[in-house]
């Protein structure tokens, strides 16, 4: 299966991606954290995605479509995939549909996350990164067991630089101008559902997974 997830930032997209994509056997395509990557290093690409990330900028379309059009083309998605944090406008899912075309496939489902603003906010301004192996904390949700400190290797958390709360709304406020449409246009092919991802993770992962259509959690 070919499936989008789709929503604002702090709906969990990741978190529910990467376990869908094992479920299904296919590869979880992270738009998100392939475009930190490239912006952490220190060459004229990195520093151009940078600049547009800390102010919570979209990434202009050539940049995005480039990375996104060479993950898809590798054999490893020839049966499918999970890609999260990608398209986020109506030209992103046309090139999208381009890509697929060329190697004779098509999107299987779009999913919709639900989830309001105050939420977001809330999840993503009390949201802690490792930088050494990438694992998430939440203050108030998923507190390390020391503070501030990794549960694995003691490194100090941090802080991303566009889950401030300032860079947070303008996030919000970029992705309501250019994302939404996309829902119309996903609804329009018949290929748009919609899971709340207001509960625990196991309460929103068996909404996703009755809506791409394989059962609930647990006949995992």
Same mark, same amino acid.
């Given at each position: 299966?070919?499936?989008?997830?789709?929503? !604002? !930032?702090?709906?969990?997209?990741?978190?529910?991606?990467?376990?869908?994509?094992?479920? #299904?056997? &296919? !590869?979880?395509?992270?738009? *998100?954290?392939?475009?930190? =990557?490239?912006?952490?290093?220190?060459?004229?690409?990195?520093?151009?995605?940078?600049?547009?990330?800390?102010?919570?900028? #979209?990434?202009?379309?050539?940049?995005?479509?480039?990375?996104?059009?060479?993950?898809?083309?590798?054999?490893?998605? /020839?049966?499918?995939?999970?890609?999260?944090? @990608?398209?986020?406008? &109506?030209?992103?899912?046309?090139?999208?549909?381009?890509?697929?075309?060329?190697?004779?496939?098509?999107?299987?489902?779009?999913?919709?996350?639900? $989830?309001?603003?105050?939420? $977001?906010?809330?999840?993503?301004?009390?949201?802690?990164?490792?930088?050494?192996?990438?694992?998430?904390?939440?203050?108030?949700?998923?507190?390390?067991?020391?503070?501030?400190?990794?549960?694995?290797?003691?490194?100090?958390?941090? =802080?991303? +630089?566009?889950?401030?709360?300032?860079?947070?709304?303008?996030?919000?406020?970029?992705?309501? =101008?250019?994302?939404?449409?996309? @829902?119309?246009?996903?609804?329009?092919? *018949?290929?748009?559902? +919609?899971?709340?991802?207001?509960?625990?993770?196991?309460?929103?992962?068996?909404?996703?997974?009755? /809506?791409? *259509?394989?059962?609930?959690?647990?006949?995992?």
């Amino acid at each position: 299966m070919r499936i989008v997830l789709l929503g !604002p !930032p702090g709906a969990g997209k990741g978190t529910q991606a990467a376990r869908l994509a094992a479920h #299904l056997g &296919v !590869p979880h395509i992270a738009t *998100g954290d392939m475009l930190r =990557q490239a912006a952490n290093a220190d060459t004229p690409l990195g520093r151009r995605l940078h600049s547009y990330m800390d102010r919570g900028d #979209l990434v202009p379309d050539d940049l995005t479509n480039a990375i996104v059009e060479e993950r898809i083309s590798q054999p490893d998605v /020839a049966k499918g995939f999970v890609l999260d944090g @990608y398209p986020r406008s &109506v030209d992103q899912a046309k090139m999208l549909d381009e890509s697929l075309a060329l190697h004779g496939a098509s999107l299987d489902k779009a999913i919709k996350f639900m $989830i309001t603003g105050p939420e $977001i906010v809330s999840r993503l301004s009390g949201r802690l990164v490792c930088p050494v192996d990438g694992s998430v904390y939440h203050l108030v949700t998923n507190p390390p067991k020391v503070d501030k400190l990794c549960d694995l290797d003691g490194t100090p958390l941090v =802080q991303r +630089e566009d889950d401030s709360e300032e860079t947070v709304l303008r996030r919000l406020e970029v992705y309501g =101008q250019r994302t939404k449409p996309l @829902y119309d246009l996903y609804r329009e092919k *018949g290929i748009l559902d +919609e899971v709340d991802a207001i509960g625990s993770t196991e309460e929103v992962y068996d909404r996703l997974l009755r /809506a791409v *259509g394989v059962g609930g959690s647990r006949g995992e």
